[in-house]
């Protein structure tokens, strides 16, 4: 078993953010592996595409570029994977675990008997010893992901079969560049050898693509609730400090399932995984599913009338309170003091 191959999502000549996320972390457990990191392309003039990702350490791109293979359809992006795959024999395949990597991971690792870990939130290297059988397995894919509605983080293995699979939520890896300069081999494939004419049975007629109006991932700064804030008309004084700072709204698990704002909006292990310069948790305690999906924030301010909520060991500065009250001073005197 050879390499570590992630597959790319491309929309419009443009590889999205979660795939260079996987990218960066399949860079970083390449080299534990000391193999070579490989990435495949599959859409429609692709020419721009090298540039866009081999700086992220890719020694190997793979690219079929047809016009029939954009937008995605489940056949041929199948059929193309699993040849693929089975010539090249990697010995980890990742994917974002999108709508497309949900629909296309499971359909791969099926027809090539692998296995598949759904959502994981992180991946490492590991062994693992098998004591029955009194047998070790080195350098397998640790696949981490929240399980039991979050309640719990399962460590998934796969000692036998190949390649190991994973499906990643976008944002739980951090982007990173790895040289500017970086020079990968580049594969261009001729699409007809991969694919028959079944393949493309099913054609997109028309398209209809509507952002998210709710931009929680790209925010610089978020003001985030929890089930503290007591109801859904006090969240509206999250949306008051996010008008004056220029931030976004966020809010915890409990926040959403008590029905204070929208699904979009939740962060954590069973939400989104977001990076502000500012985090404001605003009557949120801080579970370790929340917290998972926002540690990483350079800046973190907690407003919380309990002084031992658990949201207060990873602040920055707390604020010991009532949010209600928090809030209303916290607008006056930025309105006040800033220009």
Same mark, same amino acid.
């Given at each position: 078993?050879?390499?570590?191959?992630?597959?790319?999502?491309?929309?419009?000549?443009?590889?999205?953010?979660?795939?260079?996320?996987?990218?960066?972390?399949?860079?970083?457990?390449?080299?534990?592996?000391?193999? %070579?990191? =490989?990435?495949?392309?599959?859409?429609? !003039?692709? *020419?721009? @595409?090298?540039?866009? #990702?081999?700086? $992220?350490?890719?020694?190997?791109?793979?690219?079929?570029?047809?016009?029939?293979?954009?937008?995605?359809?489940?056949?041929?992006?199948?059929?193309?994977?699993?040849?693929?795959?089975?010539?090249?024999?990697?010995?980890?395949?990742?994917?974002?675990?999108?709508?497309?990597?949900?629909?296309?991971g499971p359909r791969v690792s099926s027809a090539l008997g692998s296995g598949?870990?759904?959502?994981?939130?992180?991946?490492?290297?590991?062994?693992?010893?098998?004591?029955?059988?009194?047998?070790?397995?080195?350098?397998?894919?640790?696949?981490?992901?929240?399980?039991?509605?979050?309640?719990?983080?399962?460590?998934?293995?796969?000692?036998?079969?190949?390649?190991?699979?994973?499906?990643?939520?976008?944002?739980?890896? %951090?982007? =990173?560049?790895?040289?500017?300069?970086? !020079?990968? *081999?580049? @594969?261009?494939?001729? #699409?007809?050898? $991969?694919?028959?004419?079944?393949?493309?049975?099913?054609?997109?007629?028309?398209?209809?693509?509507?952002?998210?109006?709710?931009?929680?991932?790209?925010?610089?700064?978020?003001?985030?609730?929890?089930?503290?804030?007591?109801?859904?008309?006090?969240?509206?004084?999250?949306?008051?400090?996010?008008?004056?700072?220029?931030?976004?709204?966020?809010?915890?698990?409990?926040?959403?399932?008590?029905?204070?704002?929208?699904?979009?909006?939740?962060?954590?292990?069973?939400?989104?995984?977001?990076?502000?310069?500012?985090?404001?948790?605003?009557?949120?305690?801080?579970?370790?599913?929340?917290?998972?999906?926002?540690?990483?924030?350079?800046?973190?301010?907690?407003?919380?009338?309990?002084?031992?909520?658990?949201?207060?060991?990873?602040?920055?500065?707390?604020?010991?309170?009532?949010?209600?009250?928090?809030?209303?001073?916290?607008?006056?005197?930025?309105?006040?003091?800033?220009?």
């Amino acid at each position: 078993m050879n390499n570590l191959f992630v597959y790319l999502e491309i929309e419009n000549g443009k590889v999205e953010e979660v795939s260079l996320e996987l990218l960066t972390k399949g860079r970083s457990l390449a080299n534990t592996l000391k193999c %070579k990191l =490989e990435a495949v392309a599959l859409g429609f !003039k692709l *020419e721009n @595409i090298a540039p866009q #990702v081999l700086p $992220y350490g890719v020694d190997t791109l793979h690219i079929f570029d047809e016009q029939a293979l954009f937008p995605y359809t489940s056949l041929p992006h199948t059929a193309i994977l699993v040849k693929l795959f089975e010539a090249q024999k990697p010995q980890i395949a990742l994917m974002g675990a999108t709508s497309i990597g949900r629909d296309l991971g499971p359909r791969v690792s099926s027809a090539l008997g692998s296995g598949l870990t759904a959502d994981c939130t992180s991946l490492e290297i590991g062994d693992h010893e098998e004591k029955k059988a009194n047998k070790t397995y080195k350098n397998l894919l640790y696949q981490i992901r929240p399980a039991f509605g979050g309640n719990i983080v399962a460590t998934i293995i796969n000692p036998d079969c190949r390649p190991q699979m994973a499906t990643v939520r976008e944002g739980v890896m %951090k982007k =990173e560049i790895l040289d500017n300069d970086y !020079k990968g *081999e580049i @594969i261009n494939y001729k #699409v007809s050898e $991969y694919v028959c004419a079944t393949d493309f049975v099913i054609k997109i007629i028309e398209r209809h693509v509507e952002k998210s109006k709710i931009n929680i991932k790209g925010a610089s700064i978020l003001v985030a609730g929890g089930y503290g804030i007591g109801s859904k008309e006090n969240f509206k004084l999250l949306h008051d400090l996010a008008n004056t700072l220029g931030a976004e709204v966020g809010a915890s698990r409990a926040a959403v399932d008590a029905g204070y704002t929208e699904h979009e909006r939740q962060i954590g292990q069973t939400g989104i995984t977001v990076r502000p310069k500012l985090y404001i948790a605003c009557g949120i305690s801080g579970q370790i599913q929340h917290i998972a999906g926002m540690q990483e924030s350079s800046m973190i301010i907690a407003i919380n009338n309990d002084a031992s909520a658990p949201i207060n060991s990873v602040a920055d500065y707390v604020i010991n309170g009532d949010v209600a009250t928090v809030i209303p001073k916290m607008i006056k005197y930025y309105k006040k003091n800033s220009k």
